[in-house]
C-alpha cells in the first residue's frame, strides 16, 4: 500500500516560533511533493511544491525533501496565528494507471499569540 | 482568472437516491481530479481525468463514476447514495499530469440522510 504519513498533531508553538511538519512516503520514484494549507472550512490551498533534494525557500515557508529517507518537511518561521490550520503533505504516487496526488491525514497546527 | 468552480456549493440528499456534482477547471487545465474528505480518512483521491479519459481510479465502489467533456468541465455520479457517502467533495485542477501541483475548488458539500 503505497501512503503518505504526517503527525497527526496537533502541534502547538508559540507566535514567532518556527513550526516543523513533518512526512514520510513510501514510492521510491516519487517526483513531485506538495504542502497544502487547509483551513477549516475551506478547501486546500497549495502552499510550497519541491523536486529536488534539498531545501526550497518562499517567503517564511521552507520545503526540505530527502528522497533517500522518503522524507519531505515544511518549516514555518515566525509563525503566526493566521498560520493555524491543518498542513496537508500530498505527493504524486504510482497509481494503477498513472501518478495520483496522494494526501496524508494532515498535521492540525495551532499558533499561541 | 476564474478558480476552479464546483457546484452545488451544498446538496442534501435521502439514502437511495443519486446525485451528480460539476466541476469546471481553470481555464487551460486538462486535467481534473476528484477527491473525498471526511474527518476519519481526510482526502481520497476518487479519479482522475485528462482530454476526456479516465487515467487513474482510487479504491471506491462502483457507485462512484465520473466523466470529462470535451470542454474539460467534469462530473461525478454517486448512484444509491448511503449515510456514509456524506462528505466533502473536492474538484482540483491541473495544467498537465500533476507535477506542478493541483488548484482546488471549494467543494460540494453532501449531506445523506
Known amino acids: 500500500q503505497k501512503e503518505v504519513e504526517q503527525n497527526s498533531g496537533p502541534l502547538s508553538v508559540p507566535e514567532g516560533a518556527i513550526a516543523s511538519l513533518n512526512c514520510t512516503y513510501s514510492d521510491r520514484v516519487s517526483q513531485s511533493f506538495f504542502w497544502y494549507r487547509q483551513y477549516s472550512g475551506k478547501s486546500p490551498e497549495l502552499i510550497m511544491s519541491?523536486?529536488?533534494?534539498g531545501d526550497k525557500e518562499d517567503g517564511r515557508f521552507t520545503a526540505q525533501l530527502n528522497k533517500a529517507s522518503q522524507y519531505v518537511s515544511l518549516l514555518i518561521r515566525d509563525s503566526q496565528p493566521s498560520d493555524s490550520a491543518t498542513y496537508l503533505c500530498?505527493?504524486?504516487?504510482?497509481?494503477?494507471?498513472?501518478?495520483?496526488?496522494?494526501f496524508g491525514k494532515g498535521t492540525k497546527l495551532s499558533v499561541i499569540p | 482568472k476564474a478558480g476552479v468552480t464546483q457546484t452545488p456549493r451544498y446538496l442534501i440528499k435521502t439514502r437511495g437516491q443519486q446525485v451528480t456534482l460539476s466541476c469546471s477547471p481553470i481555464?487551460?487545465?486538462?486535467?481534473v481530479s476528484w477527491y473525498q474528505q471526511t474527518p476519519g480518512q481526510g482526502l481520497q483521491f476518487l479519479f482522475e481525468?485528462?482530454?476526456?479519459?479516465?487515467?487513474n481510479k482510487g479504491n471506491f465502489p462502483g457507485r462512484f463514476s465520473g466523466r470529462q467533456f470535451s470542454n474539460s468541465r467534469s462530473e461525478m455520479n454517486v448512484s444509491t447514495l448511503e449515510l456514509g457517502d456524506s462528505a466533502l467533495y473536492l474538484c482540483?485542477?491541473?495544467?498537465?499530469?500533476?507535477?506542478?501541483?493541483?488548484?482546488f475548488g471549494s467543494g460540494t458539500r453532501l449531506t445523506v440522510v
Open positions: 500530498a505527493v504524486n504516487l504510482r497509481g494503477a494507471g498513472s501518478y495520483q496526488l496522494t
Open positions: 481555464s487551460g487545465h486538462r486535467s
Open positions: 482540483a485542477s491541473s495544467i498537465g499530469q500533476g507535477r506542478y501541483g493541483y488548484t
Open positions: 519541491i523536486y529536488s533534494n
Open positions: 481525468y485528462f482530454s476526456e479519459t479516465q487515467r
